[in-house]
């Protein structure tokens, strides 16, 4: 089981990425993004269930979007109106958790590696 993470990079305050992650080997009822910043814990960002219900941090909520496609066994990260502090590395995650542990990183089993996003002022 593999999940390969890309779309990260550097951009100004204001802009917009799109991030991408391809699972393989299996599929999950849940798939989410999280991130990290340096010197911080990993925190959730986006969730999006099989069902098309999507979740987000309130840090997020109106510029974020998260979608998959279960025919392609992807999820994606829209990020607008880019601020300084959401500059992180960015993992998406797979895992087959209950609604009420969506947010949480031991919900997910299966993790990417990081894509790095750089906001600058």
């Known amino acids: 089981v593999q999940l390969q993470a890309s779309g990260g990079g550097l951009v100004q305050a204001g802009g917009s990425l799109n991030l991408a992650c391809v699972a393989s080997?299996?599929?999950?009822?849940?798939m989410a993004w999280f991130r990290q910043a340096p010197g911080s814990e990993r925190e959730f960002v986006a969730a999006?269930?099989?069902?098309?219900?999507?979740y987000y941090a309130e840090s997020v909520k109106g510029r974020f979007t998260i979608s998959r496609d279960n025919a392609k066994n992807t999820v994606n990260l829209r990020m607008n109106n880019l601020k300084p502090e959401d500059t992180a590395d960015y993992f998406c995650?797979?895992?087959?958790?209950?609604?009420?542990?969506?947010?949480?990183?031991?919900?997910?089993?299966?993790w990417g590696q990081g894509t790095l996003v750089t906001v600058s002022s």
């Open positions: 995650a797979g895992g087959d958790g209950t609604l009420s542990s969506i947010t949480s990183t031991s919900m997910y089993r299966y």
């Open positions: 080997g299996r599929t999950f009822i849940n």
């Open positions: 999006v269930r099989r069902s098309g219900h999507e």
